[in-house]
């Protein structure tokens, strides 16, 4: 079921236990505080973890098929769920067994009998450092003066979605964006007014972003990126220059440009087919001449 839109999703936490009696009283534990989910051996788990991606694991350590010890050693060597902290809940309570747990990178030990509440509070401290660190993560993201992603966010995604097209076989296709005659506007109106521009070209050019995958972010300074994935040089081409349109279209005056009444933009840009796994340096300077040459051609205009 979709939740109500303004609320922050309940956390979700995969419980791990090879007895049913065990599972069935931390879901009734913690059903208040989160959406938990349910494995009862370890190569459920595995599997769970993988394709659920909960906030939190707690993990039995004697089990049949495979020991929450192994678990943990297989989740930390992928990298699709070694961020994911891990609580052990075991009955082996000897030091040395709590030592191995906590060396094999879980957060926290808690032994069998357990008492509900302590249980109940460490998993809260747990979840909360959790939010936190997502809050951080997605802080270290966002540029803080236009709120869009900035170049880091821009980079990793790069990253990934260069992958993903050598893998499908699809076009990858990028436009860097850079506002005209904008040292002359900053002079004529301040830094303040300038700075209002960048916010205005932000999230006109968020409006874009329509299909899975593309993405606008402050590249740095008074230039921004749209990179769009699955998108051949034509249509990226015109979207570029719907772009464009949609800047001039704002009607922002710039007194002191020579191109327009208004605040314009220059883009160049780059398609090409990613084909083995890293990142083409020169396809961020290809569009980046296109750009140059956009300004050199009179600005307000796209070079593809
Ligand atoms: P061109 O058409 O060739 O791009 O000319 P330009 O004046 O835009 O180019 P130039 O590189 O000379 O100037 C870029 C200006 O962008 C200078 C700088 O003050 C301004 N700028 C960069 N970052 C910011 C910012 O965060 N806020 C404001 N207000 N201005 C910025
Ligand atoms: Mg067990
Ligand atoms: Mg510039
Ligand atoms: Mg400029």
Same mark, same amino acid.
């Given at each position: 079921m979709d939740k109500p839109a303004g609320l922050t999703p309940l956390p979700t936490v995969l419980v791990v236990d090879d007895e049913k009696p065990n599972r069935d009283l931390l879901v009734e534990l913690l059903k208040h505080d989160c959406r938990v989910i349910l494995a009862k051996n370890g190569s459920q788990a595995l599997d769970r973890a993988h394709e659920m991606?909960? /906030?939190l694991i707690l993990l039995?350590?004697?089990?049949? /098929?495979?020991s929450g010890y192994q678990v943990i050693q297989t989740l930390k060597h992928d990298d699709a769920t070694r961020h994911i902290p891990v609580i052990f809940i075991s009955a082996l309570d000897a030091p040395e067994d709590e030592e191995r747990g906590l060396d094999l990178g879980a957060v926290d030990y808690i032994t069998k009998p357990f008492h509900p509440s302590i249980v109940r509070k460490r998993v809260r401290n747990h979840l909360q450092s959790v939010h936190h660190r997502h809050l951080l993560e997605n802080l270290a993201m966002i /540029?803080?003066?236009? $709120?869009i992603a900035n170049r880091r966010r821009y980079n990793e995604a790069l990253e990934n979605e260069w992958r993903r097209c050598a893998r499908s076989g699809s076009p990858l296709s990028l436009a860097i964006m850079d506002v005209d005659h904008f040292k002359a506007y900053n002079d004529r109106l301040g830094h303040a007014a300038g700075d209002g521009i960048l916010r205005n070209i932000a999230t006109t050019l968020t409006g874009f972003m329509r299909r899975p995958g593309d993405l606008a972010a402050r590249? @740095? @300074? $008074?230039e921004f990126i749209f990179l769009m994935p699955q998108v051949d040089a034509e249509a990226a081409a015109l979207l570029a220059n719907e772009i464009r349109s949609a800047v001039e279209a704002?009607?922002?005056?710039?007194? /002191?440009?020579p191109v327009s009444p208004y605040v314009t933009i220059s883009l160049g840009g780059m398609t090409t087919p990613p084909t083995d796994g890293h990142v083409d340096p020169e396809f961020f300077l290809n569009a980046d001449t296109a750009l140059y040459t956009a300004k050199a051609k009179g600005r307000n205009r796209v070079v593809w």
């Open positions: 991606q909960p /906030d039995d350590v004697l089990m049949a /098929d495979m /540029d803080s003066l236009t $709120e590249y @740095g @300074g $008074e704002l009607r922002l005056p710039h007194p /002191d440009s």
